[in-house]
């Protein structure tokens, strides 16, 4: 099981970029996909982007590609989301979650999610 705490969520204007990172723990953190999704109230949660346990592959589907960029530092255990040119529509909770590859149906462990608001 994989222990994830997300960070770096806060109020941003429109135009502008944020990083978020997620500390992660446990005995398979390293041999892990890690990923972001991201929820608004009464809609699906959502797949940004995932990268694999090295880092050598990243993921991200096709609405994603462009403004999202995932970085992972196995030295510090941690991955990021950088969001480019902000849309109030990026506005939602963004999770952190750790699965076996970077399909994101196999993301079986969860952060708490922390909270973008973009305004306009």
């Known amino acids: 099981q994989v222990q994830l705490h997300e960070s770096g969520g806060g109020l941003v204007q429109a135009g502008g970029s944020l990083t978020l990172s997620c500390a992660a723990s446990?005995?398979?953190?390293?041999?892990?996909?890690l990923g972001w999704f991201r929820q608004t109230p009464g809609k699906e949660r959502e797949f940004v982007g995932a990268?694999?346990?090295?880092?050598?592959?990243?993921y991200y589907p096709e609405t994603m590609k462009g403004r999202f960029t995932i970085s992972r530092d196995n030295a510090k255990n941690t991955v990021y989301l950088r969001v480019n040119s902000l849309k109030p529509e990026d506005t939602a909770v963004y999770y952190c979650a750790a699965g076996s590859t970077t399909r994101p149906d196999d993301f079986r462990s969860w952060g708490q999610g922390t909270q973008v608001t973009v305004s306009s």
């Open positions: 990268i694999s346990w090295n880092g050598a592959v990243t």
């Open positions: 446990g005995r398979t953190v390293r041999m892990s996909a």
